[in-house]
């Protein structure tokens, strides 16, 4: 059996001998990982077994500060726009999968993908996630393309999307090179499990039943010109330890062949779905205290890399995942094509996290947080290895927190609530003090001034 890059016995062979470090061996770990190098993979494996409470609270300490370190107090918003619930797979633990007739089917028009675009402007989001199922074969690609086309193009008062990233099947380079002519920033695909065996189980027909055309889809994507790529694990599937290892080793191998790992890093639990046993009955549940540490160990091993949660969870757990290393939330979201004007199509799975965009932002805002509509990076080119050259010394922090601010202001002029603005205002205020230094901290001040007079899209 060909399992590509990611090395089973190795894996395996790593979560045999690990044990969970002492007290003295967690603070030597951590200390380590203070210095925000990342950890070896050993060593998250033996973070990954703690279990006593006060090394938890010491591991969760170190994940928030290294987050706080490198991208200051921000926390990025964007929203999921699904076009297409039709998919000729078998995952058999998503609602879309092909034999399940218990959902009603839908393929947006660019008409209706024109409305849904202009339901989010209208809200205040900048940056979409474009997902489909894998239903549309030989048309996909053109199709896709069309629908980015049309999610540029929506216009409307002080508002645009600014950034699109996309959550499609595995693709030939040459597609990839078509998505990245189209603008596409982040290109998603999750391997949901790294285990061979469960994936075949998992995945019974079509297209994505290939374990290793799915595994690299993401070097044919650098290979095609995208330089930000996203992987991710559907948690419940296998168990957890080996699933983080073996991602560990995917990140490996994108940074030993192309120089750069991956940008993001998703982080979804299986949520029940229309249609599917497995959704209710997840193989390897992970429950809510073995995720936080998952959170708080990936943000330390891989510490430049954008970690995605969904609305699949539930408000408290984001709250807290936030506080662990989570950098990037999806809010007021629908899994179904036409969801934002309410079409009766089919969602994907249920949510745990049913607040509007304007409630999550004030929640954000009462923990001290700016909520982030920036897309600053990508429109100047710094992706892939440029961005991570800036993330790596901490510099992104004088990126990020200032045109969190900006963008953050535009949606208070333009969107917010009066109470809502007024405490947007207030955490500006008191959070520009934080941006280290001078010269960045003015020209914020003047950007904020420029937005309040009506200038848009300002960022540094
Ligand atoms: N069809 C493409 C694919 O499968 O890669 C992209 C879109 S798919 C709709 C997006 C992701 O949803 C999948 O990669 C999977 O991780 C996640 N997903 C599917 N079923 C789920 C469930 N029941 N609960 C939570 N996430 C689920
Ligand atoms: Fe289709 Fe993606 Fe759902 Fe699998 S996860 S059935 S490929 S939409």
Known sequence: MDTGFIDHERIFSYLKSARPPDAQETAAILAKARQLQGLDPAEAARLLLLED???????????????????????????????????????????????NDRITRRTLGQEEIRRETEMLVDQGHKRVLLVSGEGLGEAALGYSLKAIETIYSVKRGNGEIRRININIAALP?????????????TYQLFQETYHHDTFRRMHLQGPKADYLYHLTAMDRAMQGGIDDVGVGILFGLYDYHF?????????????????????TISLPRIEPATGSDISLHPPHAVADADFRKIIAVLRLTVPYTGMILSTRENAQMRREAFS??????????????????????????????????????????GHGY?????????RLGRTGSDFMDLAKPGLIKLFCLPNAMTSFKEYLVH????????????????????????????????????IETGARDLYL
């Open 53 to 99: 409470e006060e090394s938890l609270q010491a591991l969760f300490a170190a994940a928030l500060d290294a987050k706080n370190e490198i991208y200051g107090k921000r926390l990025v918003l964007f929203a999921p726009l699904y076009v297409s619930n039709l998919c000729n797979n078998e995952c058999l633990y998503c609602a879309f999968r092909k034999s």
């Open 324 to 365: 662990l290393g989570i950098s990037q939330i999806s809010a007021g979201s629908r899994t179904n094509p036409g969801g934002y004007a309410n079409s009766d199509s089919g969602g994907q799975f249920s949510l745990g996290d049913h607040r509007n965009l304007e409630e999550v932002i004030n929640d954000i805002v």
């Open 415 to 450: 969107y917010a609530s009066a109470p809502t603005r007024a405490a947007g205002e207030e955490l500006i205020g008191r959070m520009l003090s934080d941006i280290p230094d001078e010269k960045t901290r003015e020209a914020t001040k003047a950007n904020l001034a420029s």
């Open 173 to 185: 380079v040459e597609a990839y090179r078509q998505l990245k002519a189209a603008r596409v920033g």
């Open 370 to 378: 700016i909520p982030s509509f920036c897309t600053g990076c990508y």
């Open 243 to 263: 699933e983080v290892l073996a991602l560990l080793q995917h990140i490996r191998h994108l940074e030993e062949t192309f120089g750069v790992g991956c940008h």
